[in-house]
């Protein structure tokens, strides 16, 4: 929840420093963006999760060796730029599992 809040006020800092005004007049709804990118982020590692369980239940073996809990638990702690480097690498890595379970039902036929 902390991390949250940072990146709150990171996105309220960047608005203030774009369109002027105060960083309070923004914390509002970079409230609403910070907790949605907080929410995009932890579908990703359940739709990740997914996608791996599927795979392993299709191929006998997962395609992804990693602990996605703690991947999830790195970027609770991470903030600013890393914070949304650790976002958009979780949502590329679904894009292309999504891609490469997709092209494995196909070589098995499996619909």
Request: avoid cysteine; aromatic fraction near 8%; proline fraction near 1%.
């Amino acid at each position: 929840m902390m991390n949250i809040m940072k990146r709150a006020w990171e996105i309220a800092k960047e608005g203030q420093e774009k369109f002027g005004g105060k960083v309070s007049e923004y914390l509002s709804e970079s409230m609403k963006i910070a907790w949605n990118e907080w929410k995009n982020f932890n579908e990703n590692i359940k739709q990740l999760k997914e996608l791996n369980a599927e795979a392993e239940r299709i191929t006998r073996k997962p395609m992804a060796n990693m602990d996605f809990d703690n991947v999830l638990e790195k970027a609770k702690n991470e903030t600013g730029e890393r914070y949304n480097r650790a976002l958009n690498n979780i949502t590329t890595l679904v894009n292309h599992m999504s891609k490469k379970l997709d092209n494995i039902k196909l070589r098995r036929n499996i619909a």
